[in-house]
């Protein structure tokens, strides 16, 4: 299932790139080692545009969300670990992402049905973009993760560029606010507990 939605996919970007040159930086690619070391690590979860009525319902009861990303190469997984300030209290899950190399997937099982997300790259480094649905314009939509809890002015105008690559427009998207975020305090006493584990070992 996974093959053919990237090779449809795939065939559609040319036609992006030809409508808008900018849209050349947006890719879906193979994924290597070095690109799960690139999005290794701590990342702040922006805003998002979706289509999908339940993708749409699930980010607007979002308040803010941040999550570790470590990934495994051998075994093609990233370790997830998210939490997410939902009615002003903090949520935390940990569990695993698959990685598709071929086709530049992530997918993760929710409720017993695997859900897939394009790993896209525009310019800047310090984001990246997950997106659903591509093939499906009644249906798809865009994640946007930054490595800083307050994405900057370029950042969010990369967003919406990437929203209008894909033919969405940024009055669709919905935001976190960092402000609300209720999940730093036990982050952080995580991590130290996660250091001294290791000390120890």
């Not at 900018?22 to 979860?45: E, H, Q």
């Not at 896209?120 to 499906?136: H, Q, T, Y």
């Not at 919905?174 to 975020?181: A, G, N, Q």
Request: aromatic content about 12%; charged content about 25%; proline content about 4%.
């Amino acid at each position: 299932m996974a093959l053919p939605l990237a090779l449809a996919v795939l065939s559609l970007l040319p036609l992006l790139n030809a409508q808008n040159p900018a849209c050349a930086n947006l890719t879906v690619a193979p994924m290597t080692n070095a690109t799960l070391d690139r999005i290794s690590g701590k990342w702040f979860y922006i805003a998002s545009a979706h289509r999908d009525p339940e993708y749409n319902q699930s980010s607007r009861i979002i308040q803010a969300a941040f999550f570790h990303f470590t990934p495994n190469h051998t075994e093609d997984q990233i370790l997830l670990r998210e939490y997410i300030t939902v009615r002003d209290k903090c949520v935390y899950n940990s569990s695993y992402l698959w990685v598709q190399r071929e086709n530049g997937t992530i997918s993760k099982y929710v409720w017993g049905r695997e859900h897939f997300g394009h790993l896209l790259f525009f310019k800047d480094p310090k984001i990246f973009f997950l997106a659903s649905n591509l093939d499906n314009k009644k249906k798809q939509g865009l994640f946007f993760y930054t490595d800083n809890p307050v994405a900057t002015k370029e950042q969010l105008e990369e967003f919406h560029e990437a929203l209008a690559c894909l033919g969405m427009h940024k009055s669709e998207a919905v935001y976190t606010d960092w402000k609300k975020d209720q999940c730093e305090p036990q982050d952080s006493q995580d991590e130290k507990e996660k250091k001294t584990d290791e000390e120890e070992s």
